[in-house]
């Protein structure tokens, strides 16, 4: 699979943390979301540190081969994080058919 563009995003005019996105072919996206607060990371260095923290994540089997369900609090499966400026909230879309 070959890598066919990388993005940084500065989030909430710098306060709100950085995404970086690297587009597949067949348009897949790989998206690491980094908070604001967290050490040594910056725009001019985000993409070389993100891709140390998947390598990180990588050679020590961190990543889980499926997802599993997250505790069910009100009726519904919680199997997809909710975050605020997601992909999916980018690009209009939501869980309530809105």
Do not use: C, H, W
Not at 63 to 86: C, F, Y
Request: aromatic share 4%.
């Amino acid at each position: 699979m070959k890598i066919t563009g990388t993005d940084v995003i500065v989030e909430g005019r710098g306060t709100g943390g950085l995404t970086v996105e690297y587009v597949l072919e067949g348009g897949f996206v790989v998206s690491v979301k980094v908070p604001a607060d967290a050490e040594g990371y910056t725009r001019t260095n985000a993409v070389r540190e993100v891709k140390r923290l998947l390598e990180r994540l990588v050679q020590t089997g961190a990543l889980p081969k499926e997802m599993v369900d997250g505790e069910n609090q009100d009726g519904q499966a919680s199997t997809m994080a909710a975050s605020p400026n997601s992909p999916r909230d980018r690009a209009g879309r939501s869980d309530q058919g809105e």
